[in-house]
């Protein structure tokens, strides 16, 4: 892959001009002379704060995402600097988006953004979820498109919706935007927002409920200029 060469004489370094709301890998070697060096070491991954999403493409493989689960109160969280909008009334099922662990389910790598629905009243009428916050100070968000690789499960056939949302706690406040067609294997959708004039901060995927299950894998996300 591509990086920054950063060379110090000393056992620590501060890093500069880092993104908000992404994963880095460094890698380590030691340099003894100009022809002495060791071999570099294996990955360190850390994240960097939450913060509005000022510089792009932001991409996102779930890979070094924490799985969860279906019940809220064990896994609170989608996932670092992520939201998400459940309302279904059981706990037990308000968990849902979730990140997902199987490689023989996810794109590449060997995790995915899961959605699942089923027509049980304990299950969300409506369930999303919420990308980190654009910082519209700095780019309109009819400048961006976002892409994902995405399938649905053997024949139950439903859409994905794609929109920008205002409020993170207000499903009235998403703004569809598009929506796709899933298939049951994984296909590439990109979904240009240059149609866009609302005043929505958050790109938000949803999943409704219907009358029989509903399934929605999504994996390699990517959220770039046009």
Same mark, same amino acid.
């Given at each position: 892959g591509?990086?920054? +060469?950063?060379?110090?004489?000393?056992?620590?370094?501060?890093?500069?001009?880092?993104?908000?709301? $992404? %994963? %880095?890998?460094? !890698?380590? $070697?030691?340099?003894?002379?100009?022809?002495?060096?060791? /071999?570099?070491?294996?990955?360190?991954?850390?994240n960097?704060?939450?913060?509005?999403?000022?510089? @792009?493409?932001?991409?996102?493989? @779930?890979?070094? /995402?924490?799985? #969860? #689960?279906? &019940?809220?109160?064990?896994?609170?969280?989608l996932?670092?600097?992520?939201? =998400?909008?459940?309302?279904?009334?059981? *706990?037990?099922?308000q968990? !849902?988006?979730?990140?997902?662990?199987?490689?023989?389910? *996810?794109?590449?790598?060997?995790?995915?953004?899961?959605? %699942?629905?089923?027509?049980?009243?304990?299950?969300?009428?409506?369930?999303?979820?919420?990308?980190?916050?654009?910082?519209?100070?700095?780019? &309109?968000?009819?400048?961006?498109?976002?892409? @994902?690789?995405?399938?649905?499960?053997?024949?139950?056939v439903?859409?994905?919706?794609? #929109?920008?949302m205002?409020?993170?706690?207000?499903?009235?406040?998403?703004?569809?935007?598009d929506?796709?067609?899933?298939?049951?294997? !994984?296909?590439?959708? /990109?979904?240009?927002?240059?149609?866009?004039?609302g005043?929505?901060?958050? +790109?938000?995927? =949803?999943l409704?409920?219907?009358?029989?299950? =509903?399934?929605? !894998?999504?994996?390699?996300?990517?959220? /770039?200029?046009?």
């Amino acid at each position: 892959g591509y990086g920054t +060469v950063v060379i110090s004489n000393t056992d620590s370094v501060v890093l500069t001009g880092l993104n908000n709301s $992404r %994963y %880095y890998d460094v !890698y380590v $070697r030691a340099i003894c002379s100009d022809t002495d060096t060791s /071999e570099w070491s294996f990955a360190h991954t850390f994240n960097t704060d939450c913060g509005l999403l000022s510089m @792009f493409p932001y991409y996102n493989d @779930f890979d070094n /995402e924490t799985a #969860g #689960g279906s &019940n809220i109160n064990t896994y609170p969280n989608l996932m670092p600097c992520w939201s =998400r909008f459940n309302n279904s009334t059981s *706990a037990s099922y308000q968990g !849902y988006p979730y990140v997902y662990n199987s490689v023989s389910s *996810a794109y590449s790598g060997s995790r995915y953004l899961y959605f %699942y629905t089923s027509s049980s009243s304990l299950y969300a009428d409506n369930q999303v979820a919420i990308l980190p916050q654009v910082d519209t100070t700095v780019v &309109n968000m009819s400048d961006l498109q976002i892409s @994902f690789y995405a399938k649905r499960s053997s024949s139950y056939v439903n859409k994905l919706y794609v #929109g920008i949302m205002s409020d993170t706690n207000d499903l009235a406040s998403f703004n569809m935007v598009d929506s796709v067609d899933l298939q049951t294997a !994984y296909t590439f959708h /990109e979904i240009l927002f240059d149609q866009y004039d609302g005043f929505g901060s958050f +790109v938000a995927l =949803r999943l409704d409920k219907g009358t029989t299950s =509903r399934y929605a !894998y999504v994996d390699n996300l990517t959220l /770039e200029l046009i």
